[in-house]
């Protein structure tokens, strides 16, 4: 027999405790321990004791309330998951309980056994997937405490040795450098990995557990846009563990260069029809082809991805109804230009552009890892071409990319 989920439900109120009881008691093949407190102080002593694998909470708890108790289990180191039990459905409650660290909420008075199963069953993976970035954010910090004192030892044996003792104070900073680099590329990733998983999953969380209420076929509306918010969610994060990936191989040395000839014309054209159904309503992307020859050789993996990237990027940072532009040439060498009328980029932030995990400032609403530009660019670098931009504030962006005629395998 499977161990007994233990719950805590906090709640001033028998009558709801009594509900609440009873739904557990119903729902069909789990084990399910139950205790009740009633008491604001009494249930912060509980969830420090930490008896307990998911606490649910009423919104309403006499001269406190429901956001206040989580915020302060939270603060003082509760790893297990909340729910928030409200009276009402409504949007602002919903983010509210997201940011202050509760993985979900229900409204009272209309979940039945099997909303709440799935509701407590999707919190307690949800917090298991959470404590496992966090684990990885550890080894990797002990890492690089470890590495740091490996670079302090060696620094005292060449200070012992005394020979070429400026060449190695340089050789020293550099490579501390690198590590102070490499930490801060840590955080970066944590916070950037922590964000944008949480965000579609609190999303397929939320919408999971709205879907179950809409039983008719008057409901079907309600139903499909809950269902298109998953597949949302679902693409989002496809997309985040791509990136992830291509960076990984990258960095491995297992993204090969490996040249085929095709027309760059129809090639381009076919990107281009793929990526017209992806872009924002109003958008449009004007793809025009400059002199008669037509015929590359190229990687061609390689170059889609180029170029999903940074029309995706046009696309995302620019307004509805905007235009987008791409033009391909083939002469001496072959050119690749893609113009948006988008955002732009800060002339602060240009010198980061190509940084792992950068986000420019006025992109920070916008979903993102800040990979995509330097895929790009790694990628470009592996076919021997050349990337260039220029970028205006509020006026748009233009990514020109370079390759020789006749190129080299790598």
Known sequence: MPDKIRVLLIDDDEDDFIITRDTIEDIPGRNFLLDWSSSFSEALDLIKEGKHDIYLVDFRLGAHDGLELITQAVEGGSMA?????????DRETDEKAMRVGASDYLVKGTFDPFSLERAIRYSIEHAKNLAEIQKLNSELEQRVDARTRELGEAVKKLEETNRSLYD?????????????????????????????????????????SL???????DDDEKRQKH??????AVSHLTTILND??????????????????????????????????????????NYTHTGPETEVTLDKQLMKNILLNLLSNASKYSGEGKQIFINTEVNSGIKLTVKDQGIGIPDADK?????????AQNVTNIQGTGLGLN????????????????????????????????????
């Open 81 to 89: 998951p909340f729910i928030l039990l409200t009276g009402q459905s």
């Open 375 to 410: 895929i790009v660019n790694r990628y470009v670098d592996i076919m021997g071409g050349t990337l260039t931009y220029e970028s205006e504030l509020n006026e748009g962006t233009t990514f020109r990319i370079t390759f020789p005629k006749h190129p080299t395998t790598a």
């Open 244 to 285: 992830f990936l291509s960076i990984s191989r990258i960095e491995e040395g297992k993204i090969y260069n490996v040249p085929t000839t095709f027309d760059l014309n129809e090639f381009t054209a076919e990107v281009v029809d793929e990526m017209q159904g992806l872009v924002k309503l109003g958008q449009k992307i």
């Open 227 to 232: 269902v298109e918010r998953i597949k949302n």
């Open 168 to 208: 190695a104070q340089v050789e020293i900073r550099k490579a501390l450098q690198k590590e102070k680099e490499l930490h801060e590329l840590k955080s970066r990733f944590v916070t950037i990995a922590s964000h944008e998983f949480r965000t579609p999953l609190s999303t397929v969380l939320s919408s999971a």
């Open 351 to 359: 010198v980061h552009l190509f940084t792992p995990f950068f986000r």
């Open 211 to 217: 879907i179950s209420k809409y039983k008719t076929t």
